[in-house]
């Protein structure tokens, strides 16, 4: 029998519209694979009016990330152009659940990415400008190991929303992008750092792993204009309150966003 991912992405939506905790779904509806995962992702996205999506987040491209999910590779999600937010915005911290906070690097794509087999250098190729970014995430679950990455998947992976700095003067391509450091500051204190290498080895190689991804599939592959997040170099700092937060991966211009 099909698949039919409908009944989960009205599971998972109800669950936030309640604010509860993701738990597992029942097993007649719970998606089995990583590509019904996604199918169940791409329902959820036409719930939500997010059909067109204003791009991707990549989760558990570092294996500092992995080793603190429990994941063997990285899992994608889409982000609701609703959620994508400029360097300097304020969002409510009564918005989220259980937020926390990412550092990350983020490309805009200038060409269209199909979906299916892909290199670093076609990823490159598609890529118009690069940044730095912060991803908020939500605590929603409980035992991940219980949850099983399919549903995981479907619940776009902790995503909740993005921040993004604005782009270099100087030619990205310029840049060794493996070496930036990016450094995690919340509320004046560095809380954590990394290197765009803890990547996949490097940043490109996430999105052409993305382009071949089941979640890039499902969506029809990935448009010019898109927003990508590549990943955090720093498992996500959990926030207990009000916070202002800063992502800064020098030469690119920080990236500030106020949770108040």
Same mark, same amino acid.
């Given at each position: ?7 989960? !992405? ?14 597992? @779904? ?28 204003? $791009?991707?987040?990549? /989760? ?12 063997s590779g990285p899992a ?47 990823? !490159? ?5 690069? +940044? ?39 030619? #990205?391509? &310029?840049?060794?992008? /493996?070496? @930036?450091?990016?450094?995690l500051v919340v509320d ?5 750092? $990394? +290197?765009?290498?803890? @990547? ?8 052409? #792993?993305?382009? /071949? &991804? &089941? ?8 448009? !010019? ?7 955090? +170099?720093?498992?996500?700092? #959990? @926030? ?9 991966? &020098? ?10």
């Amino acid at each position: 029998m099909t698949y039919q991912p409908e009944a989960a !992405a009205g599971a998972l939506h109800d669950v936030r519209q309640r604010r509860d905790q993701v738990t597992p @779904l029942p097993a007649d509806i719970a998606p089995r694979t990583e590509a019904e995962g996604a199918a169940v992702q791409r329902a959820l996205a036409h719930r939500i009016g997010a059909a067109s999506p204003g $791009g991707f987040k990549i /989760g558990a491209t570092a294996r500092r990330m992995q080793e603190y999910l429990g994941l063997s590779g990285p899992a994608a999600g889409f982000m609701a152009a609703g959620n994508i937010h400029r360097s300097g915005a304020t969002v409510r911290f009564a918005d989220f659940i259980r937020p926390g906070v990412e550092c990350e690097l983020a490309v805009r794509l200038a060409r269209d990415l199909a979906p299916g087999p892909c290199t670093a250098e076609q990823a !490159a190729d598609a890529v118009g400008e690069l +940044v730095a970014g912060i991803e908020i995430v939500e605590n929603r679950y409980g035992e991940l190991l219980a949850l099983g990455v399919p549903t995981l998947i479907a619940d776009q992976v902790f995503h909740a929303a993005a921040v993004l700095g604005e782009a270099a003067t100087q030619d #990205w391509r &310029s840049l060794d992008i /493996g070496t @930036l450091r990016g450094r995690l500051v919340v509320d004046g204190h560095q809380r954590d750092e $990394g +290197v765009g290498a803890d @990547l996949m080895g490097h940043p490109m190689n996430c999105l052409a #792993w993305l382009a /071949g &991804s &089941s979640v890039a599939a499902a969506f029809g592959g990935l448009r !010019a204009g898109q927003v990508v997040m590549l990943g955090s +170099v720093t498992p996500p700092v #959990w @926030l207990t309150g009000p916070a202002s937060v800063t992502v800064d991966f &020098s030469p690119l211009p920080p990236v500030q966003v106020r949770l108040g």
